[in-house]
């Protein structure tokens, strides 16, 4: 989970590790394309306004490294993202999403990019 708004993140890591998911947190872009290349997480949830390296920006980086190009993207901001000319991210939900929504859109993209992983 990438947001600067760490009243954000720490009770959405809370209820994402009580569903069973391993929640890794960064404060920016910057941060996350950190713990991205070290730890390669199967989706990332990101905010679009942040300081140091934008969600933009973060998933531009994303899709142009072939280690990390096909990871899913849940883009979760309160504002409207520009749209971008390539496919940077794979569903976009607006703040404040409900925890269901969110959870059901995590569900369905690493169940999506598990059965098109190769056996």
Same mark, same amino acid.
């Given at each position: 989970?990438?947001?600067?708004?760490?009243?954000?993140?720490?009770?959405?890591? +809370? @209820?994402?590790?009580? /569903?069973?998911? =391993?929640? $890794?947190? %960064?404060?920016?872009?910057? *941060?996350?394309?950190? !713990?991205?290349?070290?730890?390669?997480?199967?989706?990332?949830?990101?905010?679009?306004?942040?300081? +140091? @390296?934008?969600?933009? /920006?973060?998933? =531009?980086? $994303?899709? %142009?490294?072939?280690?990390? *190009?096909?990871?899913? !993207?849940?883009?979760?901001?309160?504002?409207?993202?520009?749209?971008?000319?390539?496919?940077?991210?794979?569903?976009?939900?607006?703040?404040?999403?409900?925890?269901?929504?969110?959870?059901?859109?995590?569900?369905?993209?690493?169940?999506?990019?598990?059965?098109?992983?190769?056996?």
């Amino acid at each position: 989970m990438v947001d600067d708004d760490a009243r954000i993140l720490a009770p959405l890591q +809370v @209820l994402l590790e009580a /569903a069973g998911y =391993r929640v $890794l947190l %960064a404060l920016n872009g910057a *941060a996350a394309v950190r !713990v991205t290349d070290l730890e390669h997480p199967d989706l990332i949830v990101t905010d679009w306004m942040m300081p +140091v @390296l934008d969600g933009v /920006a973060f998933c =531009r980086r $994303l899709k %142009a490294n072939g280690a990390t *190009a096909r990871i899913p !993207v849940v883009m979760l901001t309160a504002a409207v993202p520009p749209a971008p000319t390539e496919p940077l991210w794979n569903a976009l939900l607006r703040k404040p999403a409900s925890l269901e929504g969110l959870i059901a859109v995590i569900h369905e993209l690493l169940s999506l990019r598990r059965s098109a992983m190769p056996p």
